[in-house]
C-alpha cells in the first residue's frame, strides 16, 4: 500500500496520462481443492529461489521434485515466503481474495499470472478463474 500511495501522491499528469493508474499483478492458481492449488503453487515459487542460485530462471520443475530436494533453511524461509504471496486455492477463494486486494488498493486493473509445472493444471487454472470472472461462460453443470 505504501508504494500504491506514493506513487499516487506524487502522480504528475502528462501528455501520456491524466490521472495515476494502478494494475496489481497478482500471481493466482486455481484448482479443485485449496490443497492442490497450494501443490502446484511450488513450481513458480522454487523456480524464483533457484534463479537466485543458477542465475537464470530455469524451466519449472514438479513439486514432487521439489519437496525431494534438500535446501538450505534460507533456501526453504525463501520458498515458503514466496509460496505464501502466491493467491492459490479454489476459484471462489482466489476470486475473494483479489477482489479484497482490488478494494483495498482501489486498483484500476488486476493481471494474472501464475505459472505452473503440468501444463493441464495450469489450463485447468486459467480455465476455473476465466469462469470464476465471468471471462468465459461456466462450463459446471448447474443442477
Known amino acids: 500500500m505504501t508504494a500504491i500511495d506514493r506513487y499516487r501522491e506524487a502522480f504528475r499528469p502528462s501528455l501520456f496520462a491524466t490521472e495515476p493508474h494502478v494494475v496489481l499483478n497478482v500471481t493466482a492458481i486455481a484448482a479443485d481443492t485449496e490443497s492442490q492449488a497450494l501443490h502446484l503453487a511450488q513450481s ?8 537466485k542460485i543458477a542465475g537464470a530462471f530455469l ?6 521434485v521439489i519437496a525431494d530436494k534438500v ?3 534460507r533456501q ?3 520458498l515458503q515466503s514466496i509460496a505464501a504471496n502466491t493467491i492459490a486455492g479454489t476459484s471462489q477463494s482466489v476470486f475473494e481474495q483479489i477482489s479484497d486486494l482490488r478494494h483495498q488498493t482501489d486498483a484500476d486493473e488486476v493481471m494474472l499470472s501464475g505459472c505452473v509445472f503440468d501444463h493441464e493444471a495450469a489450463l485447468h487454472s486459467d480455465i476455473l ?5 465471468g471471462l468465459i461462460p461456466s462450463t459446471t453443470p448447474s443442477f
Open 44 to 51: 513458480e515459487a522454487w523456480a524464483h529461489v533457484n534463479s
Open 76 to 78: 526453504r524461509e525463501r
Open 71 to 73: 535446501m538450505s533453511d
Open 129 to 133: 478463474l476465466a469462469e470464476q470472472f
Open 59 to 64: 524451466p519449472l520443475e514438479s513439486p514432487v
